[in-house]
C-alpha cells in the first residue's frame, strides 16, 4: 500500500500541531520520506483516531442542516467554479482508479484460467498446490483486511479535505497556509498571519502580483487591473483575485515591518472594554475596502477631535478588519480619557499607521520567551497571536510582570496554556525588587543561547531585563525589546 500523504494535510487529518508531527518525526516516532508519510505509517503511529469520524463532512453537514445565512455558508463552501474543478479532479483519480481495478480483475480472471488448464493435465501434488493458491487468492480477495479499511477511511477524509480546502506553499519564504471555502489566495494568506504584498484587496492595483510555479488557480474575483500578456504567460496571477484549485506553489514576497506603507484610515468603533479602572481595550473594524496592514507587535496612532495618542496593537494581523488597541488610562492623556468615558459604538476613529519594528522574526525556529511589563502585555499578545497563527515557535513561554494594571487578561493567557502543548504562562504579581524577580527568571532558563526574547516595558524596564538575559547567555541579536510609553 503506497499512498503519499503531506505533512500538512496529516496535521489536518490527526488534529494535532505540527510541532507535535515535528516532534514525532525528531523523536523516530513518524517516519517521513521527503516530507511526506506513507499511508501505512500513518495507521501505525495514530492507531487512536477515528478514521470514519469524519469532522470535516460533518461540520458541513451541520451548517447546511441548520440553514445558516447565505454569508456563512458561502465562507464555509469553496467558490462553485473551484469546487466544480476540484470534483472534476477528483472524478479523474476516481476514473483511473476504477480502470486500474478493471485491469487488476482481468488479471485474476485470466489467472483462474490458467490455474484451470494446468490442473487438468498435471500430478495430484501440483493440483492441489494450485488448489490451495486459487483458495488463498479468492479468499484474500473476498474480504479486506482491517488495515485496508482503515486505509479507505484516511483516503476518503483526505478527499473531503482535498474538495474543501487547498494546500498553498509560499516561495521562497517556505510559509504554508490552507485556502479553505471562499477566500481567495490573499484572504487565506492574511488570515493565517502570512504577511503579503498587497494594496487595494479588490483588484485594482497590481501589489498583490505573484506567479504560479505549480497547480492550478481560478479566478473568483472580477479585477479591473490588466495583467500583460507577457505576465500572463509567465503564470502571474492576481492574488486578491484568484483561489487555488488544487495544492499550488505560488511566488511571492512577504512583506517585513519596514515594506509595510504608512496606511490612513477612519475605522469605526465597534466595543470599549474596560478591563479595570486603569485599563482597556478599544475595538475597532477598518473599512471594508481598506484593512489595515501591520504585523505582530506594531503600534498605531488614534485620534478623534484633536486628541490623540499611539497605542500598541493587541490583536493579530490574521483577524481581518478587526483591529484591538489596549490604552492604559494615564494622566494627561486626552485620548484614553474619551476612550473610558465617552467613545461608543460606531463612532469615527482616525488611524494613521502602522509605527514600530518589533516583529518576529518569521524564519527564526527557535524557543521564544516573552516577558511583558504591565500594559506592555498589548504588543505581547500581538506578536504571541501572530506566532500562533504561523505556528512559528517549537515552544513559548510567557512571563507577565504585572503593575497597577494587574494581569487584567489573565483568563486569555490561561486559556492559551491549557489549550497549547507548547504554551507556558508565568504570571508575576507586582514587587519592588524588579532586579531579583528577572534574576528568578533567568536562572530558570540555563540554556538561554538556544532562544529568542521578545519584551515590551518602558525603556527603564528593558535595560533592566536586558541586562539580566544577556548576562545569563541569550546572544544579543536574539533580544528584541519594544519600549512602550509609561
Ligand atoms: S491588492 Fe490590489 S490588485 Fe490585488
Not at 519592588?432 to 516595558?457: Q, S, W
Request: hydrophobic share 45%.
Amino acid at each position: 500500500m503506497s499512498h503519499l500523504l503531506p505533512l500538512s494535510r496529516v496535521v489536518k487529518l490527526v488534529g494535532q500541531s505540527r510541532h507535535a508531527l515535528q516532534e514525532m518525526i525528531r523523536a523516530g516516532t513518524l517516519a517521513t520520506f521527503d516530507g511526506m508519510v506513507e499511508l501505512d505509517e500513518l495507521l501505525r503511529a495514530f492507531p487512536e483516531v477515528k478514521w470514519d469520524d469524519d469532522a470535516e463532512f460533518r461540520r458541513v453537514s451541520e451548517i447546511k442542516d441548520r440553514a445558516f445565512a447565505k454569508r456563512v455558508f458561502e465562507r464555509v463552501l469553496p467558490d462553485k467554479e473551484v469546487l466544480a474543478a476540484r470534483l472534476t479532479e477528483l472524478g479523474d483519480d476516481y476514473a483511473a482508479a476504477r480502470a486500474l481495478l478493471l485491469h487488476y480483475g482481468n488479471v485474476m480472471t485470466w489467472l483462474d484460467e490458467k490455474i484451470d488448464e494446468i490442473e487438468e493435465d498435471k500430478s495430484a501434488e501440483t493440483r492441489h498446490a494450485l488448489h490451495t493458491l486459487r483458495a488463498f487468492l479468492l479468499r484474500n480477495l473476498a474480504e479486506m483486511p482491517p488495515d485496508a479499511v482503515l486505509a479507505q477511511a484516511v483516503i476518503a477524509q483526505e478527499r473531503i479535505l482535498k474538495v474543501m480546502s487547498a494546500h498553498v506553499t509560499i516561495q521562497p519564504s517556505g510559509h504554508e497556509f490552507f485556502v479553505e471555502g471562499n477566500d481567495t489566495l490573499l484572504d487565506a494568506a492574511l488570515r493565517n498571519g502570512v504577511s503579503l504584498n498587497y494594496g487595494c484587496s479588490n483588484g485594482n492595483c497590481g501589489e498583490c502580483k505573484a506567479r504560479l510555479l505549480s497547480g492550478e488557480v481560478k479566478k473568483v474575483r472580477a479585477h479591473d487591473y490588466v495583467l500583460k500578456d507577457a505576465e500572463k504567460d509567465a503564470g502571474v496571477v492576481l492574488m486578491c483575485s484568484y483561489a487555488p484549485v488544487n495544492d499550488v506553489v505560488i511566488e511571492a514576497n512577504v512583506a517585513g515591518a519596514r515594506d509595510i506603507p504608512l496606511q490612513q484610515l477612519a475605522a469605526k468603533v465597534k466595543s470599549v472594554e474596560v478591563f479595570n479602572p486603569h485599563m482597556a481595550a478599544l475595538h475597532i473594524l477598518a473599512p471594508r475596502s481598506q484593512r489595515l496592514r501591520y504585523l505582530g507587535g506594531q503600534s498605531i496612532d488614534l485620534s478623534i477631535n484633536g486628541a490623540r495618542g499611539r497605542y500598541a496593537i493587541a490583536s493579530c494581523p490574521c483577524e481581518d478588519r478587526h483591529i484591538e488597541v489596549q490604552i492604559p488610562r494615564r494622566p494627561g492623556d486626552a485620548f484614553a480619557e474619551l476612550v473610558f468615558d465617552t467613545l461608543k459604538a460606531n463612532d469615527t476613529v482616525e488611524v494613521e499607521g502602522p509605527y514600530g519594528e518589533v516583529v518576529l522574526d518569521e524564519d527564526s525556529p527557535r524557543p521564544v520567551i516573552f516577558l511583558a511589563f504591565g500594559a506592555g502585555f498589548a504588543p505581547i499578545k500581538s506578536l504571541i497571536q501572530h506566532a500562533m497563527s504561523l505556528e512559528l515557535a517549537e515552544s513559548m513561554d510567557l512571563h507577565w510582570l504585572a503593575d497597577e494594571t494587574g494581569h487584567y487578561q489573565d483568563n486569555l493567557c490561561r486559556t492559551w496554556a491549557d489549550a497549547l502543548d507548547n504554551f507556558n504562562y508565568v504570571p508575576h504579581a507586582p514587587t519592588d525588587d524588579v532586579d531579583a524577580l528577572l534574576k528568578n527568571i533567568v536562572a530558570d532558563y540555563p540554556d538561554l543561547h538556544r532562544f529568542d526574547v521578545y519584551a515590551a516595558g518602558s525603556v527603564t524596564q528593558l535595560e533592566q531585563a536586558r541586562a539580566h538575559f544577556l548576562h545569563q547567555g541569550l546572544p544579543e541579536v536574539r533580544w528584541f525589546g519594544a519600549a512602550t510609553a509609561g
